[in-house]
């Protein structure tokens, strides 16, 4: 059923039988009907959502965005809750206890069974953002003694209560990661064979307390389903699956957005957000970038008897301002995405600086020629020679700061999605102004 389809009957259940379209959005998926959900009201979507089979609640109720979840949460009956919170993921769940009030938290965890609490409990424990706090301890495991019958057969056990058996990992008595095994290999190899010998070694295992973002790359690197996530003693301790590395690179790529067009992080989504927090992700950057602007405005008074002299300059004031302003920008973007990738590291701005400086030499000369014909037209000779001259340097100016003010940010451990193009650009367009109007000051000025 198409997408609008799923969001005409959510509507229709606002005025209509409740329970009768709630039986005919069964068959449709659990994320387009959660999509649907999210344009409503929180009490219209628990009338609609209250209508579904128990497990199907929690699958409708994971694809929620979390705030959304947190808004449901507080008009849900505490025993509807605590069904949905046994029925979804270990780290989903923990992420929607972190978003409950004390008072939440205290009326919902004595409904839920002991293993249950603690395993939450552990999982919210986590600082935010670290590989621990994004893992779930719903994963399979096996003992290296094991033979490939016997393993599939625990498998087939665990399969209903883990979030993926495609790659069960090898640990010992104490839990120590020895390896991973594929369930591919256990299903085609003898039923004799252990698991010590099926198993693979290299697991990209990667530390409790790593970045969330590490943990997203080394999965995208290597290409595999899920990550394990071991302690300080190398015991395994939970597992990061792609689909929840999807969503930090997902999360991760707004934010450098958000930043490239100086916006602070928005605590929501556009679509859910308020006017006040609007205005406040925005309101910082601009007032900032206002006073930055002033300098354009000084340099250009300082070189007014210039000006006045040949008013022919003005003309040309704002290709050159863009000018350079465009190709900060274009760098900037090309570093900041490198960065952020892993492509060029901070030690890697020698080599990039010097073939940036080539680039943009190129593109200078040609921009230059480019305008020079009109500056023949519009002031002649030496006008046109300033207008080149500018040029070559103005580009070569803007793109060497939006190449180098990544790495400064990266340098002193700041987002180097900060040099966003609004503040390249500012930067730019004094540096162009000063340059523009020296130029013309030492050449119009010769006898």
Same mark, same amino acid.
Do not use: C
């Given at each position: 059923?198409?997408?609008?389809?799923?969001?005409?009957?959510?509507?229709?259940?606002?005025?209509?039988?409740?329970?009768?379209?709630?039986?005919?959005?069964?068959?449709?998926?659990?994320?387009?009907?959660?999509? /649907?959900?999210?344009? =409503?009201?929180?009490?219209?979507?628990?009338?609609?959502?209250?209508?579904?089979?128990?497990?199907?609640?929690?699958?409708?109720?994971?694809? %929620?965005?979390?705030?959304?979840?947190?808004?449901?949460?507080?008009?849900?009956?505490?025993?509807?809750?605590?069904?949905?919170?046994?029925?979804?993921?270990?780290?989903?769940? /923990?992420?929607? +206890?972190?978003?409950?009030?004390?008072?939440?938290?205290?009326?919902?965890?004595?409904?839920?069974?002991?293993?249950?609490?603690?395993?939450?409990?552990?999982?919210? /424990?986590?600082?935010?953002?670290?590989?621990?706090?994004?893992?779930?301890?719903?994963?399979?495991?096996?003992?290296?003694?094991?033979?490939?019958?016997?393993?599939?057969?625990?498998?087939?056990?665990?399969?209903?209560?883990?979030?993926?058996?495609?790659?069960?990992?090898?640990?010992?008595?104490?839990?120590?990661?020895?390896?991973?095994?594929?369930?591919?290999?256990?299903?085609?190899?003898?039923?004799?064979?252990? !698991?010590?010998?099926?198993?693979?070694?290299?697991?990209?295992?990667?530390?409790?307390?790593?970045? !969330?973002?590490?943990?997203?790359?080394?999965?995208?690197? +290597?290409?595999?389903?899920?990550?394990?996530?071991?302690?300080?003693q190398e015991r395994l301790v939970g597992i990061i699956t792609h689909d929840d590395a999807l969503d930090v690179m997902e999360a991760e790529a707004t934010e450098d957005f958000q930043r490239l067009g100086t916006v602070t992080k928005l605590d929501s989504s556009v679509a859910t957000a308020t006017v006040p927090m609007l205005y406040r992700a925005r309101i910082a950057w601009l007032m900032l970038l206002v006073f930055g602007n002033i300098f354009s405005g000084a340099g250009i008074a300082h070189f007014e008897d210039t000006i006045a002299a040949h008013l022919a300059l003005m003309f040309f004031l704002p290709i050159l301002i863009a000018s350079?302003?465009?190709?900060?920008?274009?760098?900037?973007?090309?570093?900041?995405?490198?960065?952020? &990738?892993?492509?060029?590291?901070?030690?890697?701005?020698?080599?990039?600086?010097?073939?940036?400086?080539? !680039?943009?030499?190129?593109?200078?000369?040609?921009?230059?020629?480019?305008?020079?014909?009109?500056?023949?037209?519009?002031?002649?000779?030496?006008?046109?020679?300033?207008?080149?001259?500018?040029?070559?340097?103005? !580009?070569?100016?803007?793109?060497?700061?939006?190449?180098?003010?990544?790495?400064?940010?990266?340098?002193?451990?700041?987002?180097?999605?900060?040099?966003?193009?609004?503040?390249? &650009?500012?930067?730019?367009?004094? =540096?162009?102004?000063?340059?523009?109007?020296?130029?013309?000051?030492?050449? %119009?000025?010769?006898?």
């Amino acid at each position: 059923m198409p997408e609008s389809k799923v969001h005409e009957l959510v509507s229709l259940s606002f005025n209509d039988d409740v329970r009768e379209n709630s039986v005919s959005l069964a068959n449709e998926h659990p994320a387009d009907i959660a999509a /649907a959900l999210q344009q =409503t009201e929180p009490a219209h979507a628990w009338s609609i959502l209250r209508e579904a089979a128990k497990p199907w609640q929690a699958d409708i109720f994971g694809y %929620l965005a979390l705030d959304f979840q947190a808004q449901l949460a507080t008009i849900m009956p505490r025993a509807d809750l605590a069904t949905i919170f046994m029925e979804m993921n270990a780290d989903d769940r /923990a992420d929607l +206890y972190k978003k409950l009030t004390d008072e939440q938290r205290e009326a919902l965890m004595p409904a839920l069974a002991q293993a249950e609490r603690e395993d939450i409990r552990q999982l919210a /424990a986590y600082e935010e953002g670290t590989a621990g706090a994004l893992m779930t301890s719903d994963y399979a495991s096996l003992s290296p003694q094991l033979n490939a019958k016997q393993a599939i057969e625990m498998l087939r056990h665990e399969a209903p209560n883990k979030e993926t058996i495609y790659r069960a990992y090898v640990v010992d008595g104490e839990r120590h990661l020895l390896g991973s095994v594929r369930l591919q290999d256990l299903i085609t190899a003898h039923g004799d064979v252990k !698991v010590a010998d099926l198993m693979e070694r290299n697991t990209h295992a990667i530390p409790v307390n790593a970045d !969330v973002e590490d943990a997203a790359r080394k999965i995208a690197r +290597y290409d595999v389903i899920a990550l394990p996530v071991i302690d300080a003693q190398e015991r395994l301790v939970g597992i990061i699956t792609h689909d929840d590395a999807l969503d930090v690179m997902e999360a991760e790529a707004t934010e450098d957005f958000q930043r490239l067009g100086t916006v602070t992080k928005l605590d929501s989504s556009v679509a859910t957000a308020t006017v006040p927090m609007l205005y406040r992700a925005r309101i910082a950057w601009l007032m900032l970038l206002v006073f930055g602007n002033i300098f354009s405005g000084a340099g250009i008074a300082h070189f007014e008897d210039t000006i006045a002299a040949h008013l022919a300059l003005m003309f040309f004031l704002p290709i050159l301002i863009a000018s350079g302003g465009n190709a900060g920008s274009q760098s900037a973007t090309l570093m900041v995405r490198a960065l952020a &990738t892993g492509d060029i590291r901070i030690s890697d701005w020698g080599r990039v600086l010097g073939r940036e400086l080539v !680039v943009a030499i190129l593109l200078g000369l040609s921009m230059a020629a480019a305008i020079a014909v009109i500056g023949v037209f519009r002031g002649g000779p030496d006008i046109a020679i300033v207008i080149a001259l500018s040029m070559v340097v103005i !580009v070569i100016a803007g793109s060497m700061i939006g190449m180098l003010l990544p790495f400064i940010l990266s340098r002193f451990n700041m987002d180097p999605a900060t040099a966003s193009t609004p503040l390249v &650009t500012s930067i730019a367009d004094a =540096t162009g102004v000063l340059v523009y109007f020296s130029i013309a000051k030492a050449i %119009l000025s010769l006898p």
